[in-house]
């Protein structure tokens, strides 16, 4: 008799090893699970710290270009397009060169930015040349783009200061993309989204720039119908023909005699024009 229960549980051996093995496999496909979600876990933790994370005290420090002095309007033009900008979720800013049109619409994004109004900056523009082609530029698409938000970049140095601005140029609060990479993305809220340039937008461009619009996104649309460097109809044309007249959609228009620039230019438009 116990010879059979002996032989019996030398049978039964092969069936309780399968048993451990597929326990143990279980175990370890739990165990890689958990990592996982671990990692995803800390991965969206970390971009909400980063969306949320503000420059150090060293990166914010006294800056000898940066103003520390309010945004004020250098003309009763200018005045109004910052109280359109501030009071509607689309402005366009139309009108000749100088007038103060992507300055003001930078200096309140960096002020809203720097007061958590907003979480991020999004500054885009058609990546197009004024009549002639630079051709290849070595280095990553930012690296590329970059010559074309200088104008930008001078004027959010100046409102947060040069360290702020890598900042948060480097945590992703402050971005920078040709209108080409726009397609496919929707402009969340707490977002501020300026579009510089649009006169060298097809219509088709600014279709799908328009369309990108969510909730509780503010957005300029800055541009000069006149200094369109693509052949045919532009964008911004068509949009202000288009959208006149919309909820929560204004359309500011300068004229020469609100150029700030310099006396000058004022008067070389008027031999230009």
């Known amino acids: 008799m116990?010879?059979?229960?002996?032989?019996?549980?030398?049978?039964?051996?092969?069936?309780?090893?399968?048993?451990?093995?597929?326990e143990g496999r279980k175990c370890k496909k739990r165990n890689q699970q958990d990592r996982q979600y671990s990692r995803e876990a800390k991965g969206?933790?970390?971009?909400i710290y980063e969306l949320h994370a503000q420059p150090t005290e060293m990166e914010t420090a006294y800056s000898p270009t940066r103003s520390y002095r309010p945004l004020e309007a250098k003309t009763a033009s200018q005045q109004r397009y910052i109280n359109a900008i501030k009071n509607n979720c689309l402005?366009?800013?139309i009108g000749p060169a100088?007038?103060?049109?992507?300055?003001c619409a930078a200096a309140i994004a960096a002020e809203a930015l720097q007061s958590s109004r907003i979480d991020r900056i999004?500054?885009?523009?058609?990546?197009?040349?004024?009549?002639?082609?630079?051709?290849?530029?070595?280095?990553?698409?930012?690296?590329?783009?970059?010559?074309?938000?200088?104008?930008?970049r001078d004027a959010l140095n100046e409102r947060l200061g040069s360290g702020a601005v890598d900042y948060y140029l480097r945590h992703g609060r402050i971005v920078a993309a040709p209108l080409a990479f726009m397609r496919g993305k929707t402009f969340g809220a707490d977002s501020f989204v300026i579009l510089d340039e649009a006169?060298?937008?097809?219509?088709?461009q600014m279709k799908m720039f328009l369309t990108r619009i969510g909730e509780q996104c503010k957005v300029v649309v800055n541009g000069d119908i006149q200094q369109s460097d693509i052949r045919g109809p532009n964008g911004l044309a068509d949009a202000v023909d288009r959208v006149?007249?919309?909820?929560?959609?204004?359309?500011?228009?300068?004229?020469?005699?609100?150029?700030?620039?310099?006396?000058?230019?004022?008067?070389l438009l008027d031999r230009y024009e």
Not at 6 to 18: D, E, I, L, Y
Request: proline share 4%; charged share 25%; net charge positive.
């Open 44 to 47: 969206q933790t970390a971009d």
């Open 2 to 22: 116990a010879k059979r229960s002996h032989a019996q549980s030398n049978a039964n051996k092969p069936s309780s090893n399968r048993r451990r093995q597929t």
């Open 91 to 93: 402005t366009f800013g």
């Open 199 to 204: 006169q060298n937008t097809t219509k088709a």
């Open 244 to 267: 006149r007249g919309l909820p929560n959609v204004h359309i500011h228009t300068f004229e020469r005699n609100d150029v700030v620039r310099s006396g000058l230019v004022r008067d």
């Open 122 to 152: 999004i500054l885009t523009r058609p990546a197009v040349e004024a009549g002639e082609h630079l051709g290849f530029l070595p280095g990553a698409v930012d690296e590329k783009f970059a010559v074309y938000i200088e104008a930008f």
């Open 98 to 103: 100088g007038t103060g049109k992507s300055y």
